[in-house]
């Protein structure tokens, strides 16, 4: 069934490492030094609010999650919050530069093997802010399986066409792998393509949407399966 794909693009965050998590402790650190101006709930809440107003203009990434942090803290204490506090939020929000992005459990190996099929082209396809993410990429050591890595604003049915577009490939011979459905899984079939979820731990709540089943869809429970499909 997949004897005609060409290109493999691998989402990065949460797929080829652990990124959910660093952020769910930092907002849990932020929510307690906030602890004066509402519950753990509430700061978090209000801070998903924020989020959503800046994403369009900030994007995606540590540096639009800390600036966030900071007017959203900055709105709940109706500017009363002092400068002390708001250099240590600026601080946590800066530590997500530095997470370690150990590759999960299976990968390294699963892209060894499969680079050593020499069968396939393989990207990684990413969003965010491009120096946050190669920065990751080249601490978890995996770069050099790559053919080419492409960091992008969102991730559109336009982009994943310019993909295309670069590899000299039809969507069709295109196979994503992700643990996003809305980010890499959706648009990838709306457009004809081929995909491989591998649903992760955490999901970031701007992610969650509704999943479905579909003919060129595969679910799997770790990366270490799609060896088997391929």
Avoid at 166 to 175: K, N, Q, R
């Amino acid at each position: 069934m997949l004897s005609h794909i060409r290109l493999i693009a691998f989402d990065a965050d949460d797929t080829l490492w652990d990124c959910q998590s660093h952020f769910d402790a930092v907002e849990k650190q932020y929510c307690e030094l906030l602890s004066d101006y509402g519950s753990a709930d509430f700061v978090s809440a209000e801070l998903f609010k924020t989020e959503t107003r800046n994403m369009a203009e900030l994007g995606y990434g540590s540096k639009a999650f800390t600036l966030s942090l900071i007017e959203n803290a900055v709105l709940l204490s109706h500017g009363s919050i002092k400068a002390d506090l708001l250099l240590r939020i600026e601080m946590l929000g800066r530590s997500l530069m530095q997470l370690p992005a150990t590759p999960l459990p299976g990968v390294e190996e699963t892209l060894k093997k499969i680079r050593a099929m020499s069968r396939y082209k393989m990207t990684v396809f990413t969003k965010g802010e491009i120096i946050e993410q190669e920065h990751k990429l080249m601490r978890s050591g995996l770069w050099p399986l790559f053919d080419r890595v492409d960091v992008v604003a969102d991730k559109t049915p336009r982009q994943y066409r310019e993909l295309c577009m670069t590899f000299g490939i039809d969507i069709s011979e295109l196979l994503m792998v992700g643990n996003s459905f809305k980010s890499d899984i959706a648009p990838v079939l709306e457009l004809g393509g081929y995909a491989v979820h591998i649903p992760f731990e955490k999901m970031w709540q701007h992610e969650e949407t509704d999943e479905y089943d579909h003919h060129q869809l595969f679910t799997l429970e770790n990366i270490r399966q799609l060896e088997e499909i391929l």
